[in-house]
Each structure stands twice: as structure tokens, then as C-alpha cells.
């Protein structure tokens, strides 16, 4: 109960922010109440969410391969409970296998993959702070989020970016040992409070990843990021993530993010 | 079979070798092109052959969908095989999905069936299995042997239920004596090519159906189960007549339970199961397999990046086993009461997933047996795929699962071309 009003009055919080943005703007509040509008403008936005994705990693050499999958993304509560789908459609050794994500605010998300060659569902062990996404630059956590209560943040300054207005906001994990960086600075942009560039530094300091925007538009009223760079600078190798048919509120059941749809996807949700 | 169908494969490298460049082009049929070859570690007096394993295979799989209406999938193999010096087609997969109701569903004709919790090793799942192609380094979906049934599917808000009808039966592919050697309870050796078995199934009539079910439900983010089972062994487990070796898959029935879910930072499961013997159900025929109740402790977790490591603890325990001790022929093979195995499975990948470092070990403290299984895997390309492998098997005594494939090490090497 208690939890559920807290998020009621962030949700109220965040609504009347965006009614008026200029007053946002002119008072900034706290950086955590930025991070914490950023969060839910990145991750929350509509009530449900499909996209068709199209990951390419590149090698620092310049070899590419090729990840292809529609997402889909459920919203329990705001900020809250979510459930993601994830079909593949390449490469072929992983084609028509799908992977179901319950995430939780407060502890870790339950994860399963499904099989096809073997028929098999799997309960999967991973960590969300460690485990690269499909092999690419993005961690789980970059997929589906931070919770914002796992770090200290800090409001660095405010700055124009590639002609936007943004606020510079260093992130630093409150338990450095169940992270996998040391310190990370955002700039976030100011009108749509989306990301616009992220520096991940590593826990002696040196930088190791740079998240970047690189194409934003407007869908349905949301804010999307459809094309997004993540570069490890250290290792030169790169993933670039483009959001292709991006559909908001089209009122997925929650019953499709089950175990029966997990092993038989119905066709019209992963075209 | 015939030699029309390498037609098949051979066209369909062509198309690849032609096709496979342009990258957007959507192919209707997917699949895979594959060689391997194994060799046999050391020497097998009884096996004239060291290669285990060599063999170019295609594999194609075909489904098609209509809107709201029934789904047809159709995968097929089609293999040249050196090792055995045969051309085969076998369909893997080849079934009817239609749903009557929006929380009810059939799947009706060949499919791969499988449940339950453990990582190879199965107490409630009595579908059959090739052990053959898992001790020689085929893929590991080869381990599952497709059967011929009908399912329903039941979907409720809080549990699901599974019905499954098998009305012919499909043994496990097991040990025989081709390809590898293994150690014959008759004769009380260990035998290869030489091995003479007569392997007698049931007989294909109504009343010998399989039926197969399981009730499963979440809570929270647990999920519970419920099995049960009526048929047959799926290996031949009884002797028709000790004078003659021909042996019978008997009866049996099976009833269990698992969970599975988070537990210390990692998934843990637990899976029991009651085989109940149905042809021996007082344990006093030393000729039929006795009744005997499996546990399974299972616990996976990530230790670091791309690092996961799996233990497995499994129990096996004979039922009636003084009145076994006491029926069991002068020489026959020593069993123990309890059966012990422990599991272990470690996984590293490398270079953002493209390689994969893999080790499962079975190890038997009763039966002083192991079964090493070391991997590499390394992804050339998005479609090209190159495993390395090992099969290496020991142990105190012959007569124990692991210890009678002693002489059966192997090595292989996978190449495929998926698409």
C-alpha cells in the first residue's frame, strides 16, 4: 500500500511537471527527481510498447553481425512491474526463439527462453548488471533500466548538446561491488527527457562505454530514441540498436506474456 | 533409402552457395547444413570401425500459418552417413496446431515432447531419447526423439494442463553395439558389433497407448508442477527368457511433482518422481526392471560475466531391493540400493558470446563412474558455426552406466551452416 502511494505521487509529480515544463525547468529540482522522470520517459513511456529491432555489432576490426527481434514491453503499474517479449528473427541459429522477462522495481527479474529446436523452456540465471544483451554493448540493465534508487545522483551542470538543452547528471552506485561501472554521467535532455548521451566510467575512473541518441522522434506523443549507439571505447568494438515500427498503447494482454505464448507466439504480436 | 534424396541436400547448397550473400532476401524454408565427424579415442577390440561419428545433414523446416485459423510445421533431416554407410530421411517434426477454443489447443502428429526440470536428466519426462546421438557429439537437440501423438493444451487463469496420447510407441535409441560397445547383463561382457539383442516392442494395438500429463501453475515466481504418466519404458529394461537374449520394454507408470524458481541469487529446482514398475510391482522378478523413486536438487547461478555454473544432485532408489538382492542370479550385475549422481555444468562465454567454453560432468560417487562432456564453440560468422568436442566416459567396474562405455572416448568436430 505504502509503496503503491509513493509511486501515485511520483506519477502526480511527474504529470504536473510535464503540464508545465518551463517551471520544471526554472526550478530543477532535485537531480534524483530528474533521473527519476528520465527513467519513465526512457522506459515507461504508453502503457505497452512494440518495436522491431535491428542490433548490429561491430567489431573494432569491422566485422558485423546481425541481431534482429521484436520486443514487446508491457507496464504493470508506472514505474512499476513491467513484462517484456522478445522474439528473434536473427541470426538463424537463434531464429524463432523467444526470451520473457518479469521485471521487478525491487528485486531480479525472472527470466525464460524458449527453445524451439529443443522444445525447451529455460529458467535463466543471469545478472542484470552483468550480462551483455545477445552479445552486444548493452548490458540487460541498458535494455530495460536502472532503478534510480540504486545510485546517488548528482546534478553536474547545465549544458547544450548537438543544439539541445540538457542537464549533466553524475550517477554514482551506492554498492560499487554489484555494479559493473564506477560512476556514470548523463545528459539528459531537457525537453524530452530522454538521454541524449551516457559516459560510463569504470571503477578506476577510466572511461569504458558512451551510450548515445542518435536519432529522435516522436511517436504517438512519446519521446523515442529509434537509433542508439553503444560504444566500448576501451575494446573499440560497438552496437548500434535502430527501433524500426515503434507502436505505443496497443493494449497487449498480459496473459501473452506467459509460458503458452513463450513456446507458441501468436503471429500477429511478433511481425 | 533411395539416392534421390541427396538430390535434396545437394540443391540445397547450391541455393545457399548462390543465395547466401544477398542478406535481406527472406527464405521460406530455414535451416541448417551440417558436417561432423567423431573419432573413437584409443582402441575398441570389439568395434571394427574408430570413427563414431560422420555425417553431412540437411535440415529444413517449413511452417505455415493462416490467420486465426490451424498452423502447420514440417522439419526434416536428410543425412549421409559415413560412419554407417546409409542415406536416411527422418522428420524430426511434422504436426497440426489448431485451436478450438481460445484457451484450448491441439497439436496433433510427430513433435519433440519434453518437461520437467532437470538438465539431462529426466524423471517425469518418459519421452523417448537418443543416447546414441548424445554420446557421439550429434547437436544437442538430437538428444530428443520425436514421437507420434496428439496433445491438448488447457489453459486456465492460475494453471495449465497438457494431455498427451501416444499411440505408438517410440523407444530410446539406446546402446546396442553399433557405433559404440557396451556391457550386455546376459552375456556379462562387454560387446560391440558382436552383440546379438533381439529388442521386442509392444505391440501396436489401442489398449498398449501412452498417456502422458502434466498440471503446471505459477506462484509467484515459482512454478509448480504435477506429472503423470502410464506406458512403457522407454528402454528395454526386461528379459523375456534369461536363456535367450531378447528383451522387452515393460510396463510402468510414473507420478511427480517439481518446483522450480529464484533461490540464493541463482535458480534452483526440485523434481521427484515415483516409476512405478507395472510388471513387477513386487520387486521379485529378477527379469523386470523394480519400481524406484528419483529425486533431483538442481541449482544454476551466474558467477561473473558471461560465466554460469549448474549443479545437479540426482537419487535414485530402488524399491524392493532386499527382495532384488534376494532373486538376483548367481553372477548377475551388483546394483546398489541408492544410486548417487552428481552433476556439474560450466559455461563461459568469450568475445560478445561468439565463443562458448562448456563443461558438463556426470559423476557417480555409488557407481564410481564419470561422463566428462568438454565443449568449444565458435561462431565464425551469424551463420557459420564450428564445435569442438569430447566424450569421455570411465569408471571402477563395466557394468555401471558410465563405467561400461569406457572404451568409447571420442572426439568431434561440428561444422554448420545455418540459414
Redesign the interface.
Known sequence: MKKRNVVLVVAACVSLLSLCPPLATAQTSSAEEIIRRSHLAEYYPGDDMKARVLMR?V?KEGKE??REFTMLRKDLQEGGEQRYFIYFH????V?EMTFMV?KYPQK?A?RWLFIP????VR?????DK???F???DFSYEDVSGRSVEEDTHRLLREEALGGKEAYVIESVPKNLAGS?FGRKVAWIDKRALIPLKEEYFDKRGDLGKVFSADEVKEIQGFWTITKRTMQDVQTG?RTEAIFQDVRYNLGLPESLFS??YLR?PP?EAIR | MGTSHFVIPTAVLLFLAVGAPVESFELPVHGFVEVAGGMRLGNDPVQPKDAVLGEGRVQLQYAHEWEKGPKVFVKADFLGDAANEALRAELREGYLDYAPMANLELRLGRQILTWGTGDFLFINDIFPKDYISFFIGRQPQYLKLPSDAAKVSLFLPRVSLDLVAIPSFTPDNVLTGERLSFFDGLSNRIVGKDANLTLTKPKRIPGNTEFAGRLSGEVGSYELALYGFKGFFKSPLGVKDLARPELFYPELAVYGASVRGPALEGIGNLEVGYSDSLDDRAGANPLVENSSVKYLLGYERQLWTDFTLGGQYYVEQMLHFRRFEASRPAGGAHRDEFRHLLTLRLTQLLRHQTVELSLFVFYSPSDEDFYFRPAVSYKLTDQLTAVMGANIFGGRRASTAFGQLDRNDNIYLRLTYSF
Not at chain 1, 90 to 93: A, F, G, K, T, V
Not at chain 1, 117 to 120: C, D, G, I, R, V
Not at chain 1, 123 to 127: K, Y
Open positions: 555489432l567489431s553481425r546481425l536473427r541470426p538463424p541459429d531464429r518479469w531480479n525472472d529446436a529443443l522444445k525447451l529458467r535463466i540465471a543471469a545478472d552483468r550480462s551483455s545477445v552479445g552486444s559493473d568494438h509460458e503458452r507458441n503471429p
